[in-house]
């Protein structure tokens, strides 16, 4: 029995023959991992450089995260806005927001490019919320958006929502009182502790297909500069002044520049022969949480839809001290699915329990299914999803993946501090599809020799987070 059962992997009709790495290899840029980060940061490299590229990989491509998610395309981080304001301002903070809905123009013009058929579609999507104070923050959300100019989201609260009167005065005009009847139908829910709704574009795309085509894609368009090893895990980087080496397990491959798009990092070390140690800092940087999802098939009459559940409590609104501890929501997706050739339904998935990991390296990908976890997800559809089956939900599929956490809560992108040879595009902070592209963009450019601003995506600040954190007596 298949006990971790995607169905993103389903549909993948592998017929690429695998390559290994057999013979030791030199290339100017050598990128680790090809899940969505290392495939997308390949195509930004090849595009914007003429460099060429070496993408390793120790399973197959697209088989990590990327084959294991929700495939939500969604432009937000698993931080509030305006958390993102108070350490980084308001100018550093909207360019982050910024840079991050652009990757889904990145990704429109991609397709075009390389007329790609992955489905992807699009939709308004909604996150329902059942806590006054919870709600005050996603309207301070939006006055800063509003603020830095940048476009808020539309919010709907119900008019007969308790503690009405509790929304500050400078809210007005950031969201619209509507029957609670509409609150609950856009949610899909009977679940009357639901009293509000916001919405934003929100997208679905299988994106193991989606990073498969794209392989395909580089290889066809880039034979002489881009090559791709699959089934070669590298247990070794090593740093020196201008170069990098990476050892495989019988070979190794020389290097000007090392990406890790890892994720996280799976039994692989760093040694720094010109600088202070890495290896130690780096471990310190990505922490693991396992995420448990689960899928059935209904007939193809809904259309498709997006919908987050934040079912919490005014506690959990407080400030999270370690971002690691994100506050729980449990989130749902529906879109036509093909089972097999022609065998049309709709595939609706929800995800949300998740478990933590001290270190990323011990997550088992073949690792049994959590029964806490489909407990929850049963839990969640009887109560909550109107169009719910009433009796046992028949699971065609369950999965589970790894997210890497970093300290600043926001994927890791840009050059080492302490080696400039390596770097990274990496850490997907639960929501990651968008940021890897967006990361990715960045990647070819810091590559180009374009000089960027700052930005949040900077390993600086992460390090710089480990630091305030052991200040305040926190373990990272
Ligand atoms: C349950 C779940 C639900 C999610 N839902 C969403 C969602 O709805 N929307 C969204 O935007 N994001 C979502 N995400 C996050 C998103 O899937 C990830 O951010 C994204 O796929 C990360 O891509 P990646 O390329 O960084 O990592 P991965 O896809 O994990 O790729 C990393 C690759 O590196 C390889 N690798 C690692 N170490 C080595 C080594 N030493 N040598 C060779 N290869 C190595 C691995 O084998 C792997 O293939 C979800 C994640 C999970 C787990």
Known sequence: MNLNNSPWLHQLNYSRPVRTLSNDLVTEVAIIGAGIAGVMSSYFTLKNTDKTVVLIEGGKVAHGATGHNAGQIVFEFEREFSSL?????????????????????????LYQDAQLVTPMSSFMGYDGFTNIERLIEELENNMLRSEAGIQVYSIYISEDAPRLDMIPKKYDGLYT??????????????????????????GCVNAALLVEEISGYLLATFPKRFSLYEETHVSEVILEK???????????????????????????????NSGDDIDTSF???????VGYMAGYLEDLVHP??????YDQTAEDVSEIADPYDQKAYIYMTRRPYELEKNEKYNLVCVGGPDRSLDDTSTYIKESEYSEGAIGEISNFLHTTYKNSPKGPIPFTFKWHGLMGYTPTGMRVVGREPKNSVLLYNLGCNGVGILTSIYGAKRIGEILKGTLLSPSVFDPKSSYHKIKVFKKRGLEY
């Open 85 to 109: 304001v108070a350490e980084y301002g308001l100018e550093m903070a909207a360019d982050a927001e910024k840079l991050v809905r652009g990757a889904w123009i990145l990704l429109e013009e």
């Open 177 to 202: 009182l509507v029957p609670h009847t509409n609150v609950l139908s856009l949610l899909e829910t009977l679940d009357t502790k639901y009293i509000a709704v916001a919405t934003r574009k929100k």
């Open 242 to 272: 201008d170069l990098a080496l990476l050892k495989t397990a019988h070979n190794s491959i020389t290097a000007d520049s090392v990406v890790l798009c890892t994720n996280g990092f799976e039994k692989f070390s760093i040694v720094n």
């Open 283 to 289: 471990h310190h940087m990505v922490r693991g949480k």
């Open 304 to 309: 498709p839809t997006a919908l987050s559940f």
